[in-house]
C-alpha cells in the first residue's frame, strides 16, 4: 500500500481560533482536542482522512522567519484542494484575509492567504 499524508503540525498563537477558522473556512471539523507536550493544547481538525494538528504550548511562541522558501526546513504553505474556488476566496475575505497570488495553471486555478500566525495557504481548485 502506497504512503499517504496524515497530518502536519503547526505551532499557532491560539488553537482554538485557528481551529475554529479551518473549520469555517474549509468545512472541516475537529477530531480532537486535548493537553499536550510542554503544558500545550492541540486541535486536531480535518476530515476522517487528514487533519491538521494546531499546537501551542504554555508560554508565547516565537515569531518564525519570514523567508521560509530560503531556510532549511521551512513552511512554505499548506494546499487545500476546494471544490468552488470563488466560494472559498469569498469566505477568506469574509474572514478577514487578504487573497493574493491569483493564478490560473497547468492543471487548475488557485490563490493564496495568510492566517493570523502569517501561515500561508494555498486554495486550489481543478476542473471536474
Excluded: Q
Excluded at 511562541?61 to 476546494?82: R, T
Amino acid at each position: 500500500m502506497p504512503a499517504r499524508l496524515e497530518h502536519v503540525n503547526l505551532t499557532v498563537t491560539d488553537p482554538e481560533r485557528t481551529a475554529r477558522m479551518l473549520c469555517d473556512l474549509f468545512g472541516w471539523r475537529v477530531r480532537w482536542r486535548g493537553r499536550s507536550r510542554n503544558g500545550g493544547t492541540t486541535y486536531h481538525v480535518g476530515d476522517e482522512t487528514m487533519y491538521l494538528a494546531v499546537y501551542s504550548y504554555d508560554g508565547a511562541p516565537a515569531d518564525a522567519p519570514s523567508a521560509s522558501y530560503e531556510m532549511k526546513g521551512g513552511l512554505n504553505h499548506i494546499g487545500v484542494v476546494v471544490g468552488d474556488l470563488d466560494a472559498a476566496e469569498r469566505a477568506v475575505r469574509a474572514a478577514g484575509f487578504a487573497p493574493y497570488g491569483h493564478d490560473d495553471y497547468d492543471p487548475g486555478k488557485r490563490f493564496y492567504f495568510r492566517d493570523r500566525d502569517a501561515v500561508e495557504f494555498e486554495v486550489v481548485s481543478y476542473p471536474a
